[in-house]
């Protein structure tokens, strides 16, 4: 696996597995978020209507700080961004985009689901969704550079 790749996969490997660590951390250990092993409640907090905890923020943005609303939706898109970027680049597979999609949707389920049964954070319908837009906006991003790298290559091999 690793002896046919190319040094810019070899880099998109090294970067997707720090990317992968950074997560982690930030979505189990981080005390910043709240994730301590005094955080363990017995009535476990979850939501599977989808856009409710979205509009709750919303609704009261006022109360709880844009920066509270901005760290829920624009974060949890955030995050996830490097998934959908970094996929195509380490997998000849993901370089369809609806594999990379089906890859980032299942990928935040199974952290929803560890976050669900591991009782850290909490399982929402809604940060799939904004994960996955996340993977979605990260393959769009890749394709663009990938696209910019390929017009350079040839604007650059016509001049010589």
């Known amino acids: 696996m690793i002896r ?12 997707f597995i720090l990317y992968l660590a950074l997560l982690v951390y930030f979505l189990f250990f981080a005390e910043f978020f709240g994730r301590t092993g005094a955080d363990l409640r017995e009535e476990y907090a979850y939501n599977l209507e989808p856009f409710k905890e979205i509009m709750r923020f919303w609704n009261y ?6 920066g509270a609303f901005l760290l829920n ?3 949890n898109v955030v995050a996830f ?4 970027f970094f996929l195509p680049i380490v997998s000849r597979r993901s370089k369809k985009w609806y594999n990379t999609i ?18 850290v954070g909490s399982f929402d319908v809604d940060d ?3 994960n996955t837009a996340g993977g979605i906006l990260g393959y ?5 550079v990938q696209r910019m790298r390929i017009w350079r290559r040839r604007r650059h091999a016509g001049k010589k």
Request: charged share 15%; proline share 2%.
């Open 140 to 144: 769009i991003t890749y394709r663009i």
């Open 102 to 119: 089906f890859i980032s949707a299942g990928f935040s389920l199974g952290v929803e689901v560890t976050q669900l049964i591991s009782r």
């Open 4 to 15: 046919n790749t190319t040094k810019h996969q070899k880099m998109g490997w090294v970067l």
């Open 61 to 66: 943005r006022d109360q709880l700080g844009m």
């Open 128 to 130: 799939i969704m904004l």
């Open 73 to 75: 939706v624009v974060g």
């Open 81 to 84: 961004m490097p998934c959908g």
